[in-house]
């Protein structure tokens, strides 16, 4: 089982940022791909960004160019800094982990094993 944690959310004004964490297991950093994903109240779970082992990452439409992921190995923890925030961006924030070279596609919900169990970000 991996335990993950978030923290890190909160309410902002539009065109302000935010930066939310995850506290992950140290051996999850080599052979997991890790990601943010987000669920508004009545909308399905969409996929935020992902980050894998080797560093790469896979970001979703309405997010590119705005949010970056990033990690950090030694305190085990991967971020999510989100900048510009829209009214759109609300939602509850889950961290998620599965083995790296799982089939699907990273950013598919479905296909994530591990969940953390959410931070609340609010833009209006």
């Known amino acids: 089982h991996v335990q993950l944690v978030e923290s890190g959310g909160g309410s902002v004004q539009a065109g302000e940022s935010l930066r939310i964490s995850c506290l992950a297991p140290?051996?999850?950093?080599?052979?997991?791909?890790l990601g943010w994903f987000r669920q508004a109240p009545g909308q399905e779970r969409e996929g935020v960004a992902t980050?894998?082992?080797?560093?790469?990452?896979i970001y979703g439409d309405s997010v590119m160019g705005r949010f970056t992921i990033s990690r950090d190995n030694a305190k085990n923890t991967i971020s999510l800094q989100m900048n510009n925030l829209k009214p759109e961006d609300t939602a509850m924030y889950y961290c998620?982990?599965?083995?790296?070279?799982?089939?699907?596609?990273?950013?598919?919900?479905?296909?994530?094993?591990?969940w953390g169990q959410g931070t609340q970000v609010t833009v209006s």
């Open positions: 980050i894998e082992s080797g560093g790469k990452t």
């Open positions: 140290a051996y999850t950093y080599d052979s997991y791909c």
């Open positions: 998620a982990a599965r083995p790296e070279g799982a089939e699907g596609w990273v950013l598919d919900s479905l296909k994530y094993n591990y």
